[in-house]
Every structure is written in structure tokens, then in C-alpha cells.
């Protein structure tokens, strides 16, 4: 049997600097980069060089790097036929509800944001950037994703609170969280499968109680059932 490859060093830092400018809420200097990976600020200079060649990063004129759009084009290759059926409902139902509202999907351990819509006419709402990630342990995305999976086949050693949690959500159809991602933040989400794609779930986020939940669930299940339909996937959700 021959051994793997160890992984690329520079390469496994290229995309770390991209994690990192994804997660900042603004954009960031070198410095700010070099004291975040921990790395000298000469080798997170030549990095950017070669982000900014192939247009994944930019600099404004302070020397300020961020995401370059370029990276959008590159995420909306990724389950393109679900992002495209989603997005008139993810915009149907954050205008709906005056909440934002967003497609995650599982990758590995992670749940990740792959689309989101914020509404229109609405003074204040949450952010839900496209990209960002946290374990799918966590939050009311991730859990409705494991509601779609047999505790088997959960990418990590589950306990005995959260397989109790899941299956709760399981049974009602929707989940629920508080204060798990982001402070003070709450969210509601349903499961969204589908054959032939990775498991999913449509959400939304606000901020304090909301005795209409249940409501809220029923306008998320609603996008769901839309969602399938227009992927042609009428069929059971397990």
C-alpha cells in the first residue's frame, strides 16, 4: 500500500487566510492576518500575492484585504441546481417573515451557509454570509441536518442530550436554537432532502422570543416542499 501525500503546508495557509477573512466581520491588514494564523507577516504577504493573482482576495488602497468577488462565482458552482431552485423561496419567505433567511448543507462536520437572502423593507436584520460555517452540532441548521441522517452516519461521536434533542426535532419537523452560534441569536430551521444532494436544511435568524414559531416552521416547510418540487423530488424525505 503507498503512503498518502502529506498535505500542502502553503496550500492548507492559502485557505486558512480565506476562512479567516470569510469569518471577519470587516477587512482585515496583514498584520491582522499574520497574528491570527500566527505566521510572519512576510508569509502572509507572499500568500495574499497569490490570492490576489488568481482574484480570490483584494486589497483597496490602505492595504485593507478582503474577499474578492471572484469567490462568488466559485460558491455558486457548488450545488448550483439546489441554489438555483432555492433562492426565489429563500427570497419569498425572508420577505415573508422580515427575517433572513438561508440554505445550509452539511460538509463534513461542518454546516455550512450556502446561500442567503435578507428582506426587503426591513430597518434591522441578522447577517447570514454565504460561506460562513460552525459544527453542525450546533445551532438549529446542523441539528435539522442530523435529523436527515441515522445517528451512524453523524460525522462525529454523538452524546446521549444530543441524539435525545435530535430525535425531539425529528419528530416535531423543525428545530430550534438559542444563543448556540451567536450570542443572543435565534433560529429556526427545517430539513431540506433530497435525492442526489448533500443534506440540507432552510432556516431562518432573529433576534429575541417569538411565540410564533410553530408558524414560522410552517412558512419554512412550505419553501421546502417548493424547493423539492421544482428539483423534481416529490418523493418521502428519508
Not at 497569490?50 to 490602505?62: G, I, K, M, N, Y
Not at 419569498?92 to 446561500?115: E, K, S, Y
Request: hydrophobic share 45%; aromatic share 2%; with cysteine.
Amino acid at each position: 500500500m503507498t503512503a498518502s501525500a502529506p498535505p500542502s503546508q502553503t496550500l492548507s495557509r492559502g485557505v486558512r487566510i480565506l476562512e479567516v477573512l470569510a469569518d471577519a466581520s470587516s477587512a482585515m491588514t496583514i498584520d491582522d492576518l499574520a497574528t491570527e494564523l500566527q505566521l510572519h507577516r512576510s508569509i502572509v504577504y507572499r500568500l495574499l500575492r497569490t490570492l490576489e493573482e488568481h482574484a480570490l482576495v483584494s486589497r483597496d488602497p490602505a492595504g485593507l484585504v478582503s474577499l474578492a468577488p471572484r469567490l462568488a462565482s466559485l460558491a455558486a458552482a457548488v450545488s448550483r441546481d439546489l441554489q438555483a431552485a432555492a433562492l426565489p423561496e429563500l427570497t419569498a419567505t425572508a420577505n415573508d417573515l422580515g427575517m433572513t433567511c438561508f440554505l445550509a448543507v452539511l460538509d463534513r462536520d461542518q454546516c455550512v451557509t450556502l446561500a442567503s437572502v435578507e428582506p426587503h423593507h426591513t430597518v434591522a436584520t441578522m447577517v447570514q454570509h454565504p460561506g460562513a460555517s460552525h459544527p453542525v452540532w450546533r445551532g438549529a441548521p446542523g441539528k435539522a441536518i442530523l435529523t436527515e441522517l441515522p445517528v451512524q452516519q453523524w460525522p462525529f461521536p454523538p452524546t446521549a442530550d444530543l441524539v435525545a434533542e435530535v430525535d425531539l426535532f425529528r419528530e416535531r419537523g423543525w428545530a430550534t436554537s438559542h444563543d448556540e452560534v451567536i450570542p443572543t441569536v435565534r433560529a429556526i430551521a427545517v430539513p431540506l432532502r433530497v435525492r442526489g444532494q448533500r443534506p440540507a436544511a432552510i432556516a431562518v435568524v432573529h433576534i429575541g422570543d417569538r411565540e410564533d414559531a410553530p408558524a414560522i416552521a410552517a412558512r419554512l416547510q412550505q419553501g421546502v416542499a417548493a424547493v423539492r418540487d421544482a428539483l423534481g423530488d416529490r418523493g418521502p424525505t428519508v
